[in-house]
């Protein structure tokens, strides 16, 4: 790497001898600084996705996301609008319109990357919608990695600053955990970081689960070291190992070292620290994230395996730029897994009506051999050589401060610095004796570091109490808060009901299965709950809330008020009792009230959140515009990307200038959905105007059309009977109803007009709320009556036997998509009806030979069939692109060759029967899955029939075969049969 020109200084302290040197960053202190802010062009090879799935789901996880099922095997040139925050230090690229990632970020005076730039856009089905590309930063919030969101467009919106510094703001609305995010990403001129600055909304008054992790991608090497201080890492099932050396001695550190086993997960803690890094050492370059230790508590290493299993997704995912790395921040500390939940690190619940914000800090490091230590000032390393210490220091702002060093209490070094941004500086300290753990310290505390471990370590517990009993009533109550916590209702109230069987007045567990039956839309249980908790504590915070919401989803607006005037007492849940009487207050048109139950919310500290939004509906209700265009700048200032001050202002002025503004930056994918919850939100303070406004943005969409026929048809508005027909009129497919709060219109409309589709819809919804005998009523009244193959396909999915057949039978007639030869080779596979598989799966394969979903499912049919050669020729001609832990192809292609080896063994072909066997042994990449490391493939199968075939041919005694006694494997009890 070329620095520009050195110099030396030799300085002579008292008791030690010091060598300094300064690397200058080329022409820093000769070029003007200025953030330039673009929007820019750019083509990349790109490997599209699409063919969304039209039919709902209710009971997938990701509801009321739908998948995408198509990917592009080869690329082509695509064209993508990004935003460029640049100054004389860094350059960071945008791309709003895949998740809003950060899609990387390059130090200009190396040209090298510090957040690795893929140059290829290649989708690939690894997140839980499907489509994800590596690289960037990539922001993730709702239940799992990597977000609904991740992959399409979302909302965005730049800014040049008073300051001099530039922003691009992205955000979006996630529909699974109801809760809104926007994150700023700025640069200013004269610093070589840029930063993210978080705001992140529970839109809710209901705990919804917490799930956040900024994904950063970088490249990957054998030189790279990760820079993660701690004493263990645990992963997602809350597993607790040593860090950084592992119990073989080795460091997991650095990358080239875990050239064995697979993919890894490590959440690294146990240190008192608040930066990770990754560093180069043969490109003397690095990276750092910093924020502060109470923003980020998890830092978390990814990266593939570095055999073939691992190493396959460096093509799949990028063309030219090599393999990447994934170094994370999370605001817990570790992304946790089911398991999880029965250690120290569960699931967390994001709080009702919260806002939190945070603020991440990104940038490159130069020359410094690593670092021990690092924060917006710069990064710092110390290292021990002999008995000397070199220090060096690359800042990533100017700095004019005094630098210290210690051995021991003694100081040993002391200067003041005068540095320009990535002016590295470096000096090398004779110990002279000195003693100690060694300590550095940049100004007034401004960055310190620490040699001695106990300045560092935490003692936190890192393992749960063996004595902990989970089927007592408070073990069971956690599991089901736990289940709550991971978005999975239905496992919640089984298990909260479980405990509460135990300890019927236990309140923790009655106030949970109150919240999840909230969600679901239960509110009269719901209420019962809340009353039961308020009969052995009247003034229970939890209770009181609870007691709130359900009386005012009962229309009980008394009880309402009094259940949150008591909650309010909580400080927890001021300022969430607050907005909710607002809420209360605007019911009754009281907007002066509500104006004040808001300014006592803000009164509590927390952050403005709602508060502002129902500020601006109250003054503007009263009169008072000038007031409610000041609350809508302080709204558009912290959080321009929400669209309720805009569209506020357009209700101000009713001008079209201001409407095309509000509906200018909702820019996201699924738009009708943001109009549908803005809509929701002003219902909910009965404020119909506004709400029929918003629906009107979204005319084609049934939802939005009843519940706007259902406000109409509540005033005595006669134009309800078009909206309805027009609802009743309009396709079926890609629409998937979600929200408790559209049940009174659809059922409202089921009695209003008893066609079929308000019946699928509400069906659909009972689905997804668990309301599964209601959901049958509704299919089994619609009967036969419906020509659309959407319908029927869905309907199936709540059907069993004759039922279920006959409804996809119905579909296959209306339409031969491969969705629907997929269902139905599933049905006949799991009604154990093989035959009726095989030939559908034939056919099917046959109509769809690019379809490898279609083609795995006819490989395994022939092995159910018996037609083993029949398969192998089947998958050597298969290609199937790979999805993220997949395994289906490769597992179906070693039964396939061992049942071949098997059958040559039973004829006495014992020649081709160890050719079979070798066969199996291999690994065809073009079915999906690489090859691990020899050590974790486990081929006792295997290596017994060769040596079965082995003693065959050289007349010797058959060994015995004793690998099926404790395995499950199929073809394992099919060789323990014929091996006799």
């Known amino acids: 790497m070329k620095s520009g020109s050195i110099f030396i200084i030799t300085v002579i302290l008292v008791c030690c001898t010091v060598t300094v040197a300064v690397v200058w960053a080329p022409g820093a202190c000769d070029r003007g600084e200025k953030t330039d802010l673009s929007e820019e062009t750019v083509e990349m090879t790109t490997y599209p996705y699409g063919d969304p799935d039209p039919i709902p789901r209710p009971k997938n996880a990701f509801y009321p996301y739908f998948k995408y099922d198509g990917y592009a095997h080869q690329g082509q040139p695509q064209k993508w609008e990004t935003v460029v925050l640049e100054n004389d230090y860094v350059r960071v690229t945008v791309i709003p319109a895949i998740g809003g990632k950060i899609w990387g970020a390059v130090e200009k005076s190396s040209g090298k990357e510090f957040i690795y730039f893929n140059h290829a856009v290649k989708f690939r089905n690894i997140a839980m919608r499907g489509p994800w590309t590596s690289g960037g930063i990539e922001p993730n919030f709702g239940i799992i990695g990597h977000a609904p969101s991740t992959a399409s467009p979302v909302d965005y919106l730049t800014r040049r600053n008073d300051d001099g510094s530039a922003s691009c703001f992205v955000a979006a609305f996630d529909m699974i955990t109801r809760t809104w995010w926007q994150v700023e990403i700025n640069l200013q001129p004269d610093k070589a970081f840029f930063t993210t600055s978080t705001t992140w909304r529970n839109t809710t008054p209901f705990p919804r689960p917490y799930y956040h992790w900024m994904n950063a991608g970088y490249r990957a090497a054998d030189d790279l070291v990760f ?48 930066f990770y890094g990754a560093y180069y050492e043969n490109d003397r370059f690095g990276s750092v994230h910093y924020s502060a230790f109470n923003d980020k508590l998890g830092m978390k290493i990814f990266l593939w395996g570095l055999s073939r299993s691992g190493m396959i997704w460096e093509d799949l995912l990028t063309d030219t730029d090599g393999q990447y790395v994934e170094l994370q921040s999370g605001r817990l500390y570790n992304q946790a897994g089911t398991e999880s939940s029965y250690t120290p690190f569960k699931q967390y619940a994001f709080a009702p009506c919260a806002t939190d914000t945070w603020k991440e800090y990104w940038y490159p490091v130069k020359e410094t051999g690593g670092m021990v230590k690092a924060n917006d000032a710069g990064a710092l390393n110390l290292v021990r050589t002999g008995d000397s210490v070199t220090v060096r220091f690359s800042p990533v702002q100017r700095i004019e401060d005094n630098l210290s060093v210690y051995a021991g209490d003694r100081r040993i070094f002391s200067e003041t610095l005068s540095l320009d941004v990535l002016q590295t500086w470096q000096t090398t300290v004779a110990l002279n004796g000195a003693a100690g753990p060694l300590k550095a310290v940049l100004g007034a505390n401004r960055l310190v570091y620490s040699e001695n ?23 069971l109550y956690l599991r089901g808060q736990q289940a709550l916590n991971e978005n999975r209702y239905g496992d919640a109230i089984n298990l909260l009901k479980q405990s509460l069987a135990l300890e019927p007045y236990a309140v923790y567990a009655l106030r949970d299965l109150g919240f999840a039956y909230c969600w679901r839309g239960r509110f009269a249980e719901a209420d019962s709950c809340a009353r039961a908790i308020l009969s052995v504590n009247a003034y229970d915070p939890d209770g009181n809330f609870l007691y709130g919401l359900t009386n005012s989803r009962l229309g009980n607006t008394i009880d309402a008020i009094d259940g949150f005037k008591v909650a309010a007492l909580s400080p927890a849940l001021r300022a969430a009792s607050c907005i909710c009487l607002a809420k209360e207050a605007a019911k009754q048109g009281e907007w002066t009230q509500m104006f004040q139950y808001t300014e006592q919310g803000l009164a509590c500290g927390t952050d403005a959140g709602e508060a502002r939004q129902l500020q601006a509906v109250a003054l503007r209700k009263s009169g008072r515009s000038a007031e409610a265009g000041k609350v809508i700048a302080l709204i558009e200032r912290d959080e321009p990307l929400n669209h309720y001050a805009r569209f506020e202002k357009y209700l101000l002025t009713l001008s079209e200038n201001d409407k095309r503004e509000f509906l200018k930056y909702i820019r996201c994918e699924l738009p009708h959905e943001t109009f549908m919850e803005m809509a929701g939100w002003y219902e909910s303070i009965h404020c119909v105007d506004e709400a029929l406004k918003l629906y009107a943005f979204a005319p084609d969409y049934p939802p939005a059309l009843y519940r706007s026929a259902y406000l109409l048809f509540r005033q005595g508005d006669e134009r309800y009977e078009a909206l309805l027909q027009q609802a009743e009129s309009q396709p079926v497919g890609m629409v998937f109803p979600f929200r408790t709060e559209t049940l009174p219109a659809l059922r409202w409309a089921v009695d209003k007009s008893g066609k079929w589709k308000s019946k699928y819809y509400l069906a659909v919804l009972y689905g997804f709320l668990g309301e599964d005998e209601k959901a049958s009523a509704l299919w089994e009244q619609c009967a036969e009556m419906p020509d659309d193959v959407i319908f029927y396909q869905a309907r199936a999915q709540f059907r069993r036997g004759e039922g279920r057949l006959n409804d996809l039978l119905r579909a296959e007639r209306m339409e031969k998509s491969w969705r629907t030869g997929l269902a139905l080779i599933r049905h006949f596979q799991e009604a154990k009806q093989y035959d009726a598989m095989y030939e559908k799966a034939r056919e099917y394969a046959t109509a769809f030979p690019d379809n490898d ?74 079915l999906g899955v690489g090859k691990p490391y020899d050590e974790n493939i486990d081929l006792s199968v295997e290596n017994f029939i060769a040596e079965y075939c082995n003693a065959k041919l050289n007349g010797a005694k058959p060994p015995l075969f004793v690998a099926a006694a404790a395995s499950g494997d199929e073809v394992a009890k099919e060789t323990a049969r014929i091996c006799r």
């Not at 550190?253 to 959440?267: I, L, N, P, V, W």
């Not at 279609?854 to 049919?861: E, H, V």
């Not at 006495?908 to 066969?919: F, I, M």
């Open 453 to 475: 471990p106990a300045d560092n370590r935490l003692a936190r517990p890192v393992t749960s109490p063996a004595a902990l009993d989970y089927r007592s009533a408070y073990g």
């Open 227 to 274: 820079i993660f201080p701690g004493q263990y890492y645990i992963g997602h099932g809350g597993d607790v190992h040593s860090w950084p050396f592992d119990e073989k001695g080795r460091d997991l550190s650095r990358y080239a070292t875990h050239a064995f086993g697979g993919d890894k997960s490590m959440h690294v803690i146990g240190n008192y620290n608040d």
């Open 853 to 926: 979903m279609i083609g795995l499912k006819y490989a395994a049919a022939m092995l159910l069939q018996k037609k083993y050669r029949e398969c192998t020729d089947y998958l050597a001609r298969l290609k199937v692109l790979p999805n993220e832990g997949a395994y289906e192809g490769r597992a179906v292609y070693r039964k396939a060759w061992l049942f071949c080896a098997l059958e040559n063994v039973q004829a006495g072909k014992y020649r081709e029967a160890l050719s079979d066997v070798e066969q199996s042994k291999c690994w065809p990449e073009h």
